[in-house]
């Protein structure tokens, strides 16, 4: 790379720089327009950021003179700014649901966009915000809670220490006074709570939330050879297989959501698609999950 690279610039002008990469990238082109509507600049400045681009990284875009605008050379790579296409398709996917998403500006192609239809979970903000003051004060905290293990709901001391999602509903993690261990509670499930003393309960001592396990797939070996190789493109895989890391507190919910949670024989090769290499391993964290 030639010219002044990205920690030699301002903020601004790196950001700048980054929407012109972004534009060139996923849109084909950009013009002075662009740049004074979104980054509020004039056009002397908006030719200035152009100009300056070109002098840093030649051959990276050029100015069509029959399209009027700038367009991606030969050249082109990014420096201010990291393609990654699953993080833009989700921001896509936000901003066709009306979300918010940082630099949604930037964006200026958006196909029309279907997601699946979940249903929306009742969560009462006063609960929600509850838990998340547990968490970041470090404080117990008294839940009426309705599990689906016993008919009425019943009444729990809890020490929060973190949330997540299982793809469906959200939890929060933290230790049980009553079972005595950490687990997982539905913040849906909710139906009271009440903060309370600072607790003394250590979130590094919840070891399925702190250690990791790698799951291992590879293509199911009943499909053929092209299904097999459209399936390790599809996932990733690198030499027949792929990894996927995951927090062992949320082990059972990665293997549900990839499908991996029955014998792979339960489904034909074409709906079952991957298989898991290391079962023996995965059930051995499953029943340390358990105990």
């Known amino acids: 790379m030639t010219g002044r690279g990205p920690h030699q610039l301002s903020h601004w002008r790196r950001d700048r720089r980054a929407l012109i990469e ?13 740049l004074m509507e979104v980054m509020g600049i004039s056009r002397a400045q908006a030719s200035k950021d152009l100009n300056e681009y070109i002098a840093d990284h030649p051959g990276h875009l050029f100015y069509n003179k029959s399209a009027r605008t700038y367009v991606m050379g030969d050249d ?10 699953s993080e833009y398709l989700a921001d896509l ?23 699946l239809s979940i ?3 009742g969560l009462p903000a006063m609960f929600v915000r509850n ?11 008294t839940i009426e809670y309705q599990s689906m293990s016993t008919a009425q709901p019943t009444t729990r001391d809890i020490a929060p220490h973190g949330i997540a999602h299982d793809g469906f509903r959200w939890h929060t993690r933290a230790y049980c006074f009553k079972d005595h261990v950490f687990k997982d509670f ?12 600072p607790t003394e309960i250590d979130p590094d001592l919840d070891t399925d939330w702190v250690e990791t396990i790698a799951l291992q797939i590879s293509a199911h070996p009943s499909l053929s050879g092209n299904q097999k190789r459209i ?10 297989t792929a990894q996927v890391v995951v927090r062992k507190c949320l082990l059972f919910y990665n293997l549900k959501m990839l499908g991996l949670d029955t014998a792979p024989d339960t489904r034909a090769p074409q709906d079952q698609q991957i298989v898991l290499v290391n079962r023996s391993e995965v059930r051995v964290a499953l029943g340390r999950k358990q105990t």
Request: with cysteine.
């Open 22 to 34: 972004h534009r060139l990238y996923w849109h084909g082109s950009i013009g002075l327009a662009d």
């Open 76 to 85: 082109f790579e990014t420096h201010y700014l990291s393609i990654e296409p």
């Open 93 to 115: 996917a936000a901003v066709a649901r009306g979300a918010a998403v940082p630099n949604s500006e930037w964006i200026a192609d958006v196909p029309d966009i279907l997601t």
């Open 119 to 121: 249903p929306a979970r």
């Open 131 to 141: 838990v998340l003051m547990a968490c970041a004060q470090r404080r117990n905290l």
């Open 186 to 197: 539905v913040l849906s499930r909710i139906l009271n709570s009440e903060l309370a003393a």
């Open 231 to 240: 399936v390790e493109l599809d996932y990733g895989m690198k030499d027949g």
